[in-house]
């Protein structure tokens, strides 16, 4: 009898899978503006609107919430229209590839002229450990499946936690923020950035062009964000919770 090959043909060998637990969600998020794309998110499948926002902003694309016409999502594509004086901003758009994370990509301008910031508050660094401290507890999706970043903005003249977003990547959960705080017409020169994640020349930036004077994080620093803090005056706590924080501007 004569067998032919693809009869022959074993069957591909399964192969066990353990220790799967809930893992967080991701999808890559396409942003188009006025018709053009401009961006490819890796994100969380939540709080796009103000994702989407907060990264305009931080592009350079828009620079209140009033510049945006309109907002749309359709599967995982943002399309978004301009106001009209926003109108062709896609054909001058060429941003700069600065860390390998999602959202680390920021226009090569923003390096050229840094704005300088004074912090119009105090704080100690006991009221930062404090504030940080109140970060687990606001970190659902993390206590679900881990993997995932959480920053927290708070208005440090009265030391109070106005926000927080969570997200798979460090820079998307910070833009987050941005873009809430654009909606609620947030005063940023108030604020400071509290984030699990590492402060990279982008995380910086961002921080910078929305005018927010400090940036906390549990973890630390690259060199190129540290060589932006040190042209900006943006005051920076790294390894906020250990016994050697990093203090810069401060």
Known sequence: MTTSKAARKKAPERHRELGLVALPEET?????VDGSCLGRLSCSPFQRR??????????GLIAAAADLGSLSFRDDRARVLLRPRGIGAGRRFHPHQVTACSGGEVPAALFDDLPVLCRSYEFTLAQAVALMEQLPARARMFRRHGGIHCSML???????ILASREDIGRSNSVDKLIGWGLAQKADFSRCAVLTTGRISAEMALKCLHAGIPALISQTTLTSKALAIVRRSGLTLVGHVLKPRPILLNF
């Not at 708070?154 to 109070?160: F, L, N, Q």
């Open 28 to 32: 890559q998020l396409e942003i188009e």
């Open 50 to 59: 103000e994702l989407v926002l907060g990264w305009l902003f931080s592009q």
């Open 154 to 160: 708070a208005d440090m003249k009265v030391r109070k």
